[in-house]
């Protein structure tokens, strides 16, 4: 059973929080993340910096929080800065471009600094597990199944699901923004979010761009 530990840090000479998590976060444990942010924003708290130096494994659960909370956050002129993740979790989060909605920092500091935060302490980061790249972002899309991680398997054709493929086909290299732009211009009624988008993505296993480069090569093969 994956444990987790979280320790809060707050000050009453700024509104920032930090965030100290250690342990793997997936289905099991990211409910106790949750709950930790909930109650900053429930007490008006609303720049959070999240270290994960001691954070081995993120799963899409783990994800969700953190992407799920953060449009409510900056419409009160906060944020959630993520700060000191080892190489696994860090290759994952540019894999599925979580880049492009949460901001990165190598350490707590860096963090701090970018929110106006003087501090004279040093995070030391947790030595880094060496876990296999490929088996962590296979568990992440589909727990363990490759076929399906490989966008092998069949994919459930509703309206916005075809309007996704459509656009993979197009060009699977193109990132979850870029996706979202394209459904949006196809369509004449909806107007997809990047969340929604990511979300269609990972119901049809197709997070990973290998994963979308791969439906594209069986599509030309099968046509």
């Known amino acids: 059973?994956?444990?987790?530990?979280?320790?809060?840090?707050?000050?009453?000479?700024?509104?920032?929080?930090e965030i100290r998590?250690?342990?793997?976060?997936?289905?099991?444990?990211?409910?106790?993340?949750?709950?930790?942010?909930?109650?900053?924003?429930?007490?008006?708290?609303?720049?959070?910096?999240?270290?994960?130096?001691?954070?081995?494994?993120?799963?899409?659960a783990g994800w969700g929080v953190l992407i799920s909370k953060i449009g409510?956050?900056?419409?009160?002129?906060?944020?959630?800065?993520?700060?000191?993740?080892?190489?696994?979790?860090?290759?994952?989060?540019?894999?599925?471009?979580?880049?492009?909605?949460?901001?990165h920092f190598e350490t707590v500091e860096s963090a701090r600094s970018s929110l106006g935060v003087i501090s004279e302490r040093e995070t030391s980061k947790k030595k880094e597990p060496q876990v296999n790249r490929l088996k962590v972002i296979e568990s992440l899309s589909n727990n363990g199944n490759r076929a399906e991680f490989l966008g092998i398997g069949e994919v459930k054709q509703d309206s916005e699901d075809k309007l996704l493929v459509s656009a993979i086909l197009r060009d699977p290299f193109q990132t979850i923004g870029e996706l979202a732009e394209q459904?949006?211009?196809?369509?004449?009624?909806?107007?997809v979010s990047w969340w929604r988008v990511f979300k269609l993505l990972r119901k049809n296993k197709l997070l990973s761009k290998r994963s979308r480069f791969r439906l594209t090569r069986q599509k030309q093969y099968l046509s």
């Open 183 to 191: 459904i949006n211009i196809d369509s004449n009624t909806s107007q």
């Open 21 to 60: 998590v250690d342990g793997v976060i997936d289905t099991t444990t990211s409910t106790e993340l949750e709950e930790t942010i909930e109650s900053l924003l429930n007490r008006g708290r609303y720049q959070i910096i999240l270290d994960l130096a001691g954070v081995d494994y993120i799963s899409s």
């Open 72 to 103: 409510d956050i900056r419409d009160n002129d906060g944020d959630i800065l993520l700060a000191g993740m080892v190489t696994n979790v860090l290759e994952v989060y540019e894999l599925l471009e979580f880049d492009s909605v949460l901001k």
């Open 1 to 17: 059973m994956a444990n987790l530990s979280i320790s809060l840090s707050e000050s009453d000479k700024n509104k920032v929080s």
